[in-house]
């Protein structure tokens, strides 16, 4: 027979193990409670995105002032679509935003499901009054593809950037990896990127997509897909027929 005190002793660790695997269940239910609100919340936020970026882009293409970049709309290897980038959106004195990024093979019109951006800077130095602005940033080039593949990209540094003409009727024969367009307050701004800093969102491609995903995942292999980002594709289909 066990002794009492044994007995006893038994117990109250049996009651302090409970306890303790009670907690460990308690912190594992709310961690992983945290985490699917997280990944929900990026998933919103991404979708918001995609939605805000083909809204972007319907309103740039709807402008007669950007006529340059509808009739150079199909030698465009890839779009970044900004809708909101926002002064001190990034640290103190600086500017950043989130955007997508859509990359089409030439000779077709199937666009690519778009994958998130950063955008920052210590300054855009934005030429018309305004704290935020939509921007749309062509990538011309292959070079401007490649780039975007990696974990970030300088603009100016890495590749070449330029401001794109504005204006009915606007021409212009302009050499550069990437040509930006912006809007502030529905008018145009001129908007300098150089030095400009592109980086890879990879919590919200992960939330958009289901899982670790990379841009060549995305881009190139086109291994995986979300059905949110139809309209948007559509609409940039439409733009290139």
Same mark, same amino acid.
């Given at each position: 027979?066990?002794?009492?005190? =044994?007995?006893? +002793?038994?117990? /109250?660790?049996?009651?302090? &193990?409970?306890?303790?695997?009670?907690?460990?269940?308690?912190?594992?239910?709310?961690?992983?409670?945290?985490?699917?609100? !997280?990944?929900? #919340?990026?998933?919103?936020?991404?979708?918001?995105?995609?939605?805000?970026?083909?809204?972007?882009?319907? @309103?740039?293409?709807?402008?007669?002032? /950007?006529?340059? %970049?509808?009739?150079?709309?199909?030698?465009? =290897?890839?779009?970044?679509?900004?809708?909101?980038?926002?002064?001190?959106?990034?640290?103190?004195?600086? !500017?950043?935003?989130?955007?997508?990024?859509?990359?089409?093979?030439?000779?077709?019109? @199937?666009?690519? #499901?778009?994958? %998130? /951006?950063?955008?920052? !800077?210590?300054?855009?130095?934005?030429?018309?009054?305004?704290?935020?602005?939509?921007?749309?940033?062509?990538?011309?080039?292959?070079?401007?593809?490649?780039?975007?593949?990696?974990? &970030?990209?300088?603009?100016?540094? @890495?590749?070449?950037?330029?401001?794109?003409?504005?204006?009915?009727?606007? *021409?212009?024969?302009?050499? +550069?990896?990437?040509?930006? %367009? +912006? *809007?502030?307050?529905?008018? /145009?701004?001129?908007?300098?990127?150089?030095?400009?800093?592109?980086?890879?969102?990879?919590?919200?491609?992960?939330?958009?997509?289901? =899982?670790?995903?990379?841009?060549?995942?995305?881009?190139?292999?086109?291994?995986?897909?979300?059905?949110? !980002?139809?309209?948007? =594709?559509?609409?940039?289909?439409?733009?290139?027929?």
């Amino acid at each position: 027979m066990i002794a009492p005190a =044994r007995r006893a +002793a038994m117990n /109250y660790l049996l009651r302090k &193990s409970n306890i303790i695997l009670l907690g460990i269940t308690v912190l594992i239910f709310v961690a992983s409670c945290a985490t699917t609100g !997280s990944t929900s #919340q990026n998933s919103d936020e991404a979708q918001g995105l995609v939605d805000r970026a083909r809204a972007t882009f319907r @309103d740039f293409m709807r402008d007669e002032q /950007y006529t340059w %970049f509808h009739s150079h709309l199909r030698e465009a =290897r890839g779009l970044l679509i900004y809708p909101q980038i926002i002064k001190g959106g990034f640290f103190i004195g600086g !500017s950043g935003g989130t955007g997508v990024l859509v990359v089409r093979k030439p000779g077709t019109l @199937d666009w690519s #499901q778009p994958a %998130f /951006y950063t955008i920052g !800077s210590a300054t855009f130095g934005l030429q018309i009054g305004g704290e935020a602005a939509e921007v749309i940033v062509m990538a011309m080039s292959q070079r401007a593809v490649d780039s975007l593949l990696s974990s &970030s990209v300088n603009l100016g540094g @890495d590749t070449s950037v330029a401001l794109g003409p504005i204006g009915i009727g606007a *021409k212009g024969n302009i050499t +550069a990896d990437f040509i930006s %367009f +912006a *809007k502030s307050k529905g008018l /145009y701004a001129g908007i300098n990127l150089e030095g400009s800093v592109l980086e890879v969102r990879d919590s919200l491609n992960a939330a958009y997509y289901g =899982r670790s995903v990379s841009p060549v995942n995305i881009i190139i292999e086109k291994t995986v897909s979300n059905e949110g !980002s139809a309209e948007l =594709r559509a609409a940039l289909t439409q733009a290139v027929k």
